[in-house]
């Protein structure tokens, strides 16, 4: 299957990073609980605060799915810490939010290097649009082996601003060339849905993330399990 050569036809599939393309509890829980009690100086009543702030259960190491940090930028980490960190200046808070690829592991969602090579075989282009760093976006799909199939990646410090505004997806349309029209958006928050659909792209959810298939439907096209369902879906599409 190749995309069909008309204005309308799906030429470009635009995905989201955290819990679309990689497992956000088991990628983030860890890492989360590791900042805390390193910038915490240990366990105590100072990290239990900030993991309050944060929503997040440092015993379960999961976030809450209300966490206003699941679908945020940097720059929302960084309003919700200051307060707790007020010897600390704006850039050294980021600096610690910087996940280093040393420290941090990605858990792809499963069956994610299959998909990605059957969508690039079948001549799509792909790229993510993220609200984490640009940086940290490559390197995390350097370690989980798929960066060659990604022509563009834009993070919240590419120029474009931050989901659930359009930018970002207007901006990955331009670096790949392709209309609006053409793109998909893929996502398993509000925030990725509703910046797609103000781009003018069709959107797909996906249940990989925290949120739930009745909070995403009235937002997308179509609710998908996982990413690995989306070949199939776009091959129905065009039948």
Not at 161 to 166: F, I, L, N, Y
Not at 167 to 182: F, N, Q
């Amino acid at each position: 299957m190749t995309p069909q050569q008309t204005p309308s036809a799906i030429s470009a599939i635009l995905f989201d990073k955290d819990g679309t393309l990689m497992d956000f509890q088991g990628s983030w829980g860890p890492w989360a609980q590791g900042v805390i009690l390193e910038i915490c100086g240990g366990p105590g009543e100072k990290a239990e605060a900030v993991a309050l702030a944060m929503g997040f259960d440092m015993a379960q190491v999961r976030f809450h799915p209300d966490s206003a940090l699941i679908a945020g930028t940097p720059e929302d980490v960084l309003e919700v810490l200051q307060p707790h960190f007020p010897q600390l200046t704006r850039q050294q808070i980021l600096a610690r939010l910087d996940a280093d690829p040393d420290r941090f592991l990605p858990m792809p969602v499963p069956g994610l290097g299959n998909i990605c090579a059957a969508l690039t075989q079948a001549g799509y282009a792909l790229a993510v649009v993220t609200n984490d760093f640009e940086a940290s976006a490559h390197d995390h799909l350097r370690q989980m082996d798929v960066l060659a199939h990604f022509s563009a990646v834009v993070g919240y410090d590419s120029g474009y601003g931050g989901k659930p505004a359009p930018g970002p997806c207007l901006g990955a349309a331009e670096r790949l060339g392709v209309a609006p029209s053409g793109c998909v958006m893929v996502g398993d928050s509000l925030h990725d849905l509703v910046a797609g659909r103000a781009a003018g792209m069709m959107t797909v959810a996906v249940l990989t993330g925290v949120a739930q298939a009745h909070e995403l439907a009235p937002h997308a096209d179509v609710v998908l399990d996982s990413v690995a369902d989306l070949f199939d879906w776009l091959c129905h599409r065009q039948i």
